[in-house]
């Protein structure tokens, strides 16, 4: 499965972005949404399962994030709204060929497939 990322750019605190993740097949049981800032290791921020569309998020962006996918289940997007500073970072976009658990969906090495990183910068 290959996947592109885009959408990142530069907004203000308070203010919405929306990510799309593209996938070139339907191979996979789950996708989600990382991120990096600078100096930190790589966070699971959103997932969604293609088998019963569950979505899990993070607790750091829960209520201001939705992750949602197109009804070819294709193009999987993040709408950010009320972004803060903190949630600047690099996002990436993952699958993974199972339907992840609650307790397995943010791990990194559960991903099989990455995309390139999008930039999200929040700034005044």
């Known amino acids: 499965v290959q996947l592109q990322a885009s959408g990142g750019g530069l907004v203000q605190p308070g203010g919405s972005l929306r990510l799309s993740c593209s996938a070139s097949?339907?191979?996979?049981?789950?996708i989600g949404w990382f991120r990096q800032a600078p100096g930190k290791e790589r966070e699971g921020v959103a997932s969604i399962r293609r088998g019963d569309a569950k979505k899990l998020y993070s607790d750091s962006v829960k209520g201001r994030f939705t992750i949602s996918r197109d009804s070819a289940e294709n193009t999987i997007v993040l709408q950010m709204n009320n972004l803060k500073p903190e949630d600047t970072a690099v996002y990436y976009c993952a699958a993974s060929r199972y339907n992840l658990i609650v307790s397995a969906w943010s791990q990194r090495t559960q991903y099989d497939y990455w995309g390139q990183g999008t930039l999200v910068t929040v700034s005044s």
């Open positions: 097949e339907r191979n996979y049981g789950t």
